[in-house]
C-alpha cells in the first residue's frame, strides 16, 4: 500500500514531525480494518524516513480522537471489513507504536474511547485538547483489550483506577486524566497543534540514538504485557461471535442499553 493510496488517514511531514490524522470523523474516528492497515503502513513510513523525529497521531475534527473499532461495520458485516493480508492487524498497530524508535505524541482533539483510549495509551506521550473524553467501553459493546488495555493502563494509573475504568466503562474528562498522570497536558483545542508542535520540537533538538535506546528501555518492563494481550487476543476472537458480545454491539447500534442480563 502507497501512501498516496490512503483513504482513512491522512500523513504528512513537516520539518521533523510526522502528522498521521484518522479522517473518519463520520464515525467518530473510530477504526476500521483498512485504517488499521493504513496506521501500521504510516508509522513504518515515519520510522524509516531520516527527516522524521517525533510522530503525532490525532482525529480529523473537534469531536473524537478515536472511538475504537467501528461498531456499524461490525454490525453490517460481523468483522471490521477487508484488509490487505486477510488479518486485523490491531496488535501489530500496537506494537509499532511502540516499537518505533522515534517518540509518538497523542493529540487527543476529542473523544478517546474503547480501542482508541489503548492508541493514545500506547503513545510515549499524550497531550489533550481541555474538552477531551477518555474511557473504556469494551464490557457495554462486547470487547475487550485485556493486554496493553488492562496491564498496560494498571501501569499508567494505578491498579485501583483501572479496575474502575473497566468494570465500571464510565469517562473521565480531561482534567481528572491529567489528576491521574493518564496524559500530559491539557491544553484549549485551539493550542492543541502548535503545543504538540513545541514539545515535538523539544524533543527533535535532542540526540535520536539516546531517545531511541530510552523509549525501548522504558517498553522492556512491560514486554510481558503483549503475551497477556496475545491470549486476550484469542480469546476476543471467539467472544466477538457469541451472543453475549452481539448483544452489546446490536444495542450500540439500536441506541440502547445492552440486556447482558441473561448472559449472568
Ligand atoms: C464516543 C461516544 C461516547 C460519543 O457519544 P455521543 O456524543 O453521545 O455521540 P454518538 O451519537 O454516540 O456518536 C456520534 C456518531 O458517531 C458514531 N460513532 C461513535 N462511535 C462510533 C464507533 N466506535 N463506531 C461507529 N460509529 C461510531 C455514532 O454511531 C453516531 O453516528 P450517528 O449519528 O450516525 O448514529 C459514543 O459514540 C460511543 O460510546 N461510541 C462507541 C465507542 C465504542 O464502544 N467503541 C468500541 C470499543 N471496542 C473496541 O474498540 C475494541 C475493538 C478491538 O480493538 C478489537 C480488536 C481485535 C479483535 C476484535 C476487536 C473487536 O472488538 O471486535
Redesign the pocket.
Known amino acids: 500500500m502507497e501512501i498516496s493510496d490512503f483513504t482513512d488517514i491522512s500523513y504528512e511531514v513537516d520539518n521533523g514531525l510526522a502528522w498521521i490524522v484518522i479522517e473518519r470523523p ?3 474516528n ?2 476500521r480494518a483498512r485504517t488499521i492497515d493504513e496506521l501500521i503502513r504510516a508509522f513504518k513510513a515515519a520510522w524509516a524516513d531520516p527527516a522524521v523525529g517525533v510522530v503525532a497521531l490525532t482525529g480529523a475534527g473537534e ?2 480522537f478515536c ?8 454490525a453490517e458485516t460481523g ?2 471489513g477487508p484488509t490487505e493480508t486477510g488479518l ?1 492487524e ?2 501489530t498497530l500496537h506494537r509499532v507504536i511502540r516499537d518505533i524508535p522515534k517518540p509518538v505524541i497523542a493529540a487527543v482533539n476529542g ?1 478517546s ?6 492508541l493514545h495509551m500506547l503513545c510515549d506521550i499524550t497531550i489533550a485538547a481541555d474538552h477531551a ?1 477518555f ?4 464490557p ?6 485485556a493486554g496493553f ?1 488492562t496491564a498496560y493502563m494498571a501501569r499508567v494509573i494505578g491498579e485501583k483506577r483501572a479496575r474502575e475504568v473497566w468494570m465500571f466503562c464510565r ?1 473521565y474528562d480531561a482534567a481528572t486524566a491529567l489528576e491521574w498522570g493518564l496524559v500530559n497536558a491539557v491544553v484549549p483545542m485551539a493550542e492543541l497543534r502548535s503545543t504538540v508542535r513545541a514539545w515535538a520540537d523539544e524533543s527533535l533538538a535532542l540526540s535520536p540514538t539516546a531517545l531511541k535506546v530510552i523509549k525501548h528501555s522504558f517498553n522492556a518492563a512491560s514486554e510481558s504485557d503483549a503475551g497477556i494481550g496475545s491470549v486476550a ?1 484469542d480469546a ?2 471467539l467472544f ?1 461471535e457469541s451472543p453475549e ?1 452481539m448483544e ?1 454491539n446490536q444495542a ?2 439500536e ?1 440502547r442499553p445492552p440486556d447482558f442480563g441473561r448472559f449472568r
Request: proline share 0%.
Open positions: 463520520e464515525r467518530y473510530a477504526f469531536k473524537a472511538t475504537g473499532g467501528d461498531q456499524k461495520q461490525r468483522d471490521y486485523f490491531v496488535e473523544y474511547i474503547g480501542g482508541g483510549h489503548v473524553r474511557g473504556q467501553t469494551g457495554k459493546v462486547g470487547s475487550f483489550d488495555g469517562q487476543f476476543l476472537d466477538v458480545a452489546g450500540f447500534n441506541k
